[in-house]
């Protein structure tokens, strides 16, 4: 009930262990394998759980993420390559530019309800990417932003020695899932599931639905390309992959995998994702195959995500055992 | 004061509500009856904001409630419960009347604070209270009785502070001793609240014991209106609606 609701205080104490057991985990394994992955996974998770917001939390199924994914990967690096700013200006330029391009869409898609909210978002991705592939002067077009992407050093870090970009993405990973928790546990994240739950009687009771739609949209928006970002500084670069309307589907699958039901379901699902496509892409040529039938082993076997399936067997043995106590 | 005047409505070239003119005073209870298909619901929502009027006018206090939004019709002071529930499963009883609270106090942006904001609890329990939903506060709204259900949307109206209460059928799918439990719990919400309230019922036996003022709707029109006593002998109501049980019942 209420009173053991999660307060901030817990919040930022479980997201400071995270951080710390993340910063110490290159010290007691040392592989860069072990950075690579959890850098890409940090971007991963941003993106999924910025998703969840959307699909898990107020029931708008967005076909379209990916967009914004790209969308920060290419805001980052040509800030970065063609304006020469500081690493945080370019932060900031790409927050500002994802926010307005959320909102632009946002506005639009809003209006549509349920598959076709779906269509319209990938409509809008497509278009995006087709822009990136066509627009070859400024985005490189399908060989990418190339020439790699100046990392000056700011505040004492310098994101081209490794641990630095991994200290770096792993604490804009955790403050960013911190930020976006008390986001769903905010009197705003109560008024998404309303929405979700029953966007009708929401309205009667003088919930702005449009407007509280279009707010989630653009934290979302934000989010996910501060995903994008994390990438692009990674793998130096930015590419038409990114934007890509199979980004999305992977998105979508993180969400899938890691369960929809708990805050820290879809970044589980990025995890997950990402080493099944580790092991996967080393094992097998037939990647895709591989991947679809452990999907469809989740979908079919477990019927819900990781993190739904434990958190479901938890309550059924807590449930169990007071009815034993009585 | 709720004045209706001329109120008309058609969908697709059938009226479902036509040349309607109601009065309801302040603090008054009045019962709306009529067969299925008469057009209670959709004066209702006529009311409320659900639905746009082709013609005539709706106002409260001397305000006109017509091409308002929803959310200013509800600050206003008009409230409603629905025919059938309409809840949040997967919410508790109590997420739900403290959202709706929240909204009401336009905090339902807010994303500085953690949810509830601890000045929404008052109002909450106090409407919980009411009707009998303490206990019930910590239950996922799913899996709630249906009688709880229809108890939480009358209470999701309520924690917003109406003047005027629409409740739409609210003892509808019960059996009769649940009925009257409702029924009185209403009536006892109209008193406290001092509310304005208007509702729906097909159960006349409630409605000639409870409503001091019955409006009979009829195929979209105002059929009669009256004390149960002028109902209950009006020879267009039995006609078209009561038939003879209940004006011999009367003789
Ligand atoms: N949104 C709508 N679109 C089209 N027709 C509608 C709509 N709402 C109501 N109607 C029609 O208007 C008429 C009146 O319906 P309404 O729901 O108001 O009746 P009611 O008196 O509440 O009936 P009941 O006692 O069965 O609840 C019906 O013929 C109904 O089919
Ligand atoms: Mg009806």
């Known amino acids: 009930m209420l009173s053991t609701r999660p307060n901030l205080a817990r919040d930022i104490s479980i997201a400071a262990v995270a951080l710390i057991v993340l910063l110490l985990l290159p010290y007691v394994w040392p592989s860069r394998m072990m950075n690579d992955l959890v850098i890409r996974v940090s971007a991963f998770a941003l993106f999924a759980t910025s998703l969840n917001l959307l699909v898990g939390y107020t029931g708008m199924v967005s076909f379209g993420h990916g967009m914004f994914f790209g969308f920060g990967a290419y805001a980052f690096g040509l800030s970065m390559q063609r304006l020469g700013v500081s690493i945080p200006t370019a932060i900031l330029i790409t927050i500002v530019s994802s926010a307005l391009l959320g909102l632009v869409v946002g506005a639009i898609s809003i209006r549509l309800k349920d598959i076709y909210f779906s269509f319209i978002t990938l ?7 087709s822009t990136v592939i066509a627009w070859v002067p400024l985005t490189g077009g399908d060989q990418g932003l190339m020439g790699g992407i100046p ?12 641990s630095h970009r991994y200290a770096f993405a792993v604490t804009i990973m955790v403050v960013g899932l911190l930020i976006l928790r008390q986001i769903v546990e905010s009197p705003f994240g109560y008024t998404l599931r309303m929405i979700r739950d029953n966007t ?12 509280a739609k279009l707010t989630a949209f653009v934290i979302a928006g934000v989010f996910g390309s501060l995903g994008g970002m994390v990438m692009a500084l990674f793998v130096s670069g930015a590419y038409p992959e990114f934007v890509n309307w199979t980004m999305s589907g992977e998105g979508i699958f993180m969400i899938m995998l890691g369960g929809l039901s708990t805050f820290i379901g879809p970044a589980a699902g990025a995890l997950i ?3 099944l496509n580790d092991v996967i892409t080393r094992g097998t040529e037939h990647h895709g195959l591989f991947l679809g039938a452990v999907i469809l082993l989740f979908a079919l076997g477990l019927r819900k995500g990781v993190t739904d399936f434990i958190a479901d067997w938890f309550r059924t043995r807590r449930e169990a055992s007071t009815r034993s106590g009585n | 004061m709720l004045e209706v005047k001329g109120l008309f409505k058609s969908f697709g070239g059938v009226a479902a509500i036509s040349d309607v003119n109601i ?33 005539g006018s709706v106002t409260f206090n001397g305000e006109s409630l017509i091409g308002r939004s929803r959310a200013q019709i509800i600050d206003a002071g008009i409230g409603r419960a629905f025919q059938v529930a309409r809840i949040f499963p997967t919410l ?4 739900s009347l403290l959202g709706a609270v929240t909204a009401h106090r336009r905090r339902a942006q807010n994303i500085t604070h953690r949810f509830p904001l601890p000045e929404m609890r008052d109002r909450t329990h106090e409407v919980a209270e009411m009707l009998g939903l303490v206990e019930k506060l910590g239950v996922t709204s799913a899996n709630l009785s249906h009688g709880d259900q229809k108890l939480l949307d009358i209470a999701l109206a309520l924690v917003l502070d109406p003047k005027v209460l629409l409740l739409d059928e609210p003892t509808a799918g019960m059996g009769p001793d649940e009925r009257w439990r409702m029924i009185e719990r209403v009536h006892e919400l109209w008193e406290r609240e001092k509310l304005t309230l208007i509702f729906i019922e097909h159960d006349m036996d409630i409605v000639f014991k409870i409503a001091p003022k019955i409006s009979v709707l009829c195929y979209g029109r105002l059929l009669a209106e009256g004390t149960p006593d ?22």
């Open chain 1, 151 to 162: 990392r000056p050093p700011f505040l004492g870090i310098d994101l081209s020695i490794e």
């Open chain 2, 92 to 95: 508790t009883v109590e997420e």
């Open chain 2, 230 to 251: 002028e109902i209950r002998t009006n020879p267009a109501v039995i006609e078209a609606y009561l038939g003879t049980s209940h004006a011999e019942a009367a003789v």
């Open chain 2, 23 to 55: 009065d309801f005073p302040t603090g008054s209870l009045t019962a709306i009856i009529g067969p299925n298909g008469a057009g209670k619901s959709t004066f209702f929502n006529l009311i409320s904001g659900g639905l746009i009027p082709d013609k």
């Open chain 1, 200 to 211: 009708e009687r929401a309205t009667f009771l003088g919930i702005n639905v449009f407007r």
């Open chain 1, 123 to 129: 409509a809008f991705q497509m278009l995006l990417y």
């Open chain 1, 273 to 275: 994702l990402s080493l």
